[in-house]
């Protein structure tokens, strides 16, 4: 009868397997954890295990290993609620025989079970031996009548008592090449020996040791004067090193090969060996050992510097996982010195969300306590940050950099960012960093900038503004002093009126540029002709300079162009644009508009181009620059805000008002795009 060991925390689990077992062929035993079937992983008892598992619990992959550890040849199977691949993988690789999805079938356990235990006769019960184990060698009689020994099997056991010594120095490449050498000179008498090793694979991807440097250079010797090696290396281009690299093969110095080659009789001299060694890690040579004779005088023999090549071999792979290791200890440490010199706060946290590694700015941040020398738990971090942390972990996809406030620090402002440290092939990430840059000085300065150009914004406007004003109402305080002893004067009257005109156009006109600078939106939308808009605009733009012999130029084409948008507006913006031109020769001022539609993309959509141009000097190159910009002006009067009430309203009906620099000789021009608005199924009404 078969013993089957059921691991299951729910006994639901364990019926449904006695169900579908035929209770006669196999005996059921339920435990709950492993502490419970402690008894019987001792003692040789069981034919196969089945373990109740969750895929997304790391705590299963720990019971598989302490398992295979105590039973490793007992067959094991899993059953898991839910099929996840690479956890499949990862319990395939760890032993498991075969990971079945829930419900159980019987017929498919039945069958797993007859082809497992039939492939496996020693792991039936009682047997206690291992099924892989090599057969036992046949005893040997000593002559004198005691019980049988085993020499062979004594000496092996005892050279891998003394060769497993050399563990102890698993992180010290000197130190363990330099045990293994001793170890050698005890069991075979080696009088000289050295090992050189290449250069280490470079930190970070790097070129390794044999691309930047074709040397070896000493990594232990025994038997050797210790000055005599510092300066020397053997090379991959020529003598022992040259010819091993090229042969990957033992070299005696007696060979024939050898006793042709000067260079390799020289340096087998100067080290006093009588045979060279590879070492190889399976890949690459990775460096080169020479021996002499016993200390009897006796050379090597072929089995002996066989075995000591696999040795070697052996050992090249610890050396090889040495370099690894004290690179990725490298790698640490610099990101760990990185990390601690980043003025931003850094946390990185794993998958069990445990904190892997905290700056000094993180602890200084988020730590609620002083607990544990100053360590930062997961639970210090605020709950939105650790949400977002958690979603990270969950997810594998990075959160986007965010601001943060702390609810106990209003004024503290943190940028945060949170991104995933994923492995290639892993479906989440193992661990998650975060990271929080404090802008709270930053955000104070800007605040502060911004409060300090709105004052000197509005001081500047304030002096415009008072200047202006002024201007306009001192023609009206004069004659509001003479009011009382020139009212019956005709001519007085008639400089009166002019005055109080000319007042009430100049504040009307500063009331409308406040109050287009103030929207940020079209207050309304309504399709209109541009040829009334142009008329109209130009109208407005005499009120402000009356001259007689202004004239407007209008071309237009035969088509009528048709825009959408704030009528009231667009026509303060060309009347602004117009004025501008008039001022630019007020004795003799001429104004020319040209209309022309033009394709704005390639997907059919178009945009009506306004051009206008005066008959005055120009823009100068410094000039057209600063125009747009608010409060510049080259006159006396105005407040400098025309053009840029202008482009404002322009822009707000997403269009663009450019000030072309004009050239030597040419007068000043002034371009405004619009988006146009097809004519067809569009109606207007023209006064």
Not at 118 to 135: I, L, N
Not at 330 to 345: C, K, V
Not at 501 to 523: P, Y
């Amino acid at each position: 009868m078969k013993t089957i060991l059921i691991l299951a925390e729910h006994p639901e689990f364990p019926e449904a397997i006695r169900a579908g077992l035929n209770l006669e062929n196999y005996r059921i035993v339920h435990c709950g954890n492993l502490e419970e079937a402690e008894p019987l992983l001792h003692r040789g008892l069981l034919s196969a295990c089945v373990l109740d598992l969750e895929s997304a619990d790391v705590r299963g992959m720990w019971v598989i290993e302490k398992l295979r550890r105590q039973l490793p040849n007992c067959p094991l199977l899993v059953y898991t609620r839910a099929s996840q691949w690479d956890w499949e993988e990862e319990a395939y690789l760890k032993g498991v025989s075969h990971v079945l999805t829930k419900p159980v079938r019987a017929r498919l356990l039945n069958n797993l079970l007859e082809r497992i235990l039939s492939k496996s006769p020693a792991a039936a019960p009682g047997a206690g031996a291992t099924p892989s184990a090599a057969p036992a060698m046949r005893p040997m009689d000593n002559g004198k009548g005691n019980s049988p020994v085993q020499p062979s099997v004594s000496q092996a056991l005892e050279v891998l008592r003394h060769f497993s010594a050399i563990l102890t120095h698993s992180l010290d490449a000197e130190a363990m090449l330099k045990r293994f050498l001793l170890l050698l000179r005890e069991t075979v008498g080696v009088n000289r020996a050295a090992i050189f090793l290449r250069e280490p694979t470079a930190i970070f991807g790097g070129k390794s040791g044999m691309e930047e440097n074709r040397g070896l250079r000493k990594g232990c010797a025994m038997g050797l004067p210790g000055g005599l090696l510092e300066h020397f290396e053997l090379s991959f281009e020529a003598g022992i090193g040259g010819h091993i690299f090229r042969s990957g093969r033992i070299l005696r110095r007696n060979s024939e090969e050898a006793r042709m080659d000067m260079e390799m009789q020289q340096e087998f001299e100067l080290l006093g060996a009588q045979v060279a060694i590879p070492i190889l890690d399976r890949e690459t040579l990775i460096g080169v050992a020479v021996f002499d004779g016993r200390v009897t005088g006796e050379p090597l023999v072929n089995g002996e510097l066989e075995l000591i090549f696999h040795l070697l071999e052996e050992l090249a792979l610890a050396i090889k996982n040495i370099w690894l290791h004290d690179q990725l200890a490298s790698n640490h440490e610099m990101m760990a010195d990185i990390f601690r010199q980043l003025s931003s706060a850094c946390v990185i946290v794993g998958q069990d969300l445990a904190i892997i590694h905290s700056n000094k700015a993180a602890r200084s941040c988020f730590s609620k306590s002083a607990r544990r020398g100053g360590e930062l738990d997961f639970s210090d971090l605020p709950q939105v940050l650790g949400s977002k942390v958690y979603q990270v972990l969950k997810t594998g996809t990075a959160i986007a950099p965010f601001k943060f406030q702390p609810e106990d620090s209003p004024n503290a402002v943190f940028n945060v960012s949170v991104v995933p440290f994923q492995k290639q092939g892993s479906a989440l990430p193992t661990s998650a960093l975060l990271m929080a840059e404090d802008l709270t000085q930053s955000e104070q300065l800007r605040k502060l900038e911004i409060e300090a150009a709105n004052l000197r914004l509005v001081t500047t406007m304030a002096d415009r503004l008072a200047h202006e004003i002024g201007n306009a109402l001192v023609p009206l305080s004069t004659h509001q002093q003479l009011l009382k002893e020139r009212y019956k004067d005709p001519e007085f009257r008639a400089t009166l009126e002019v005055a109080m005109t000319d007042g009430i156009k100049r504040i009307s006109r500063l009331i409308n540029q406040m109050r287009f600078l103030a929207r940020d939106s079209v207050a309304s939308m309504e399709a209109f002709p541009m040829s009334s808009l142009i008329e109209d605009a130009f109208e407005e733009a005499q009120k402000h300079q009356p001259v007689k012999t202004s004239k407007l130029e209008y071309k237009n084409g035969a088509k009528p162009i048709i825009v959408t948008g704030d009528r009231t507006a667009l026509k303060h913006a060309l009347s602004e644009v117009m004025l501008n031109a008039l001022q630019a020769n007020p004795s003799d001022p001429k104004i020319g508009v040209s209309i022309h539609e033009e394709e704005s993309n390639g997907h059919g959509a178009h945009d009506v181009q306004i051009e206008i141009q005066d008959n005055g000097a120009g823009f100068k190159p410094e000039s057209s620059q600063k125009i747009p910009t608010p409060f510049f002006t080259t006159r006396n009067v105005g407040l400098g805000l025309g053009l840029t009430v202008s482009r404002k309203i322009i822009e707000r009906h997403n269009g663009k008002l450019e000030i072309v620099t004009s050239k030597a000789g040419t007068s000043g021009l002034v371009r405004i795009t619009l988006p146009m608005t097809p004519a067809e199924g569009v109606s207007y009404q023209i006064n």
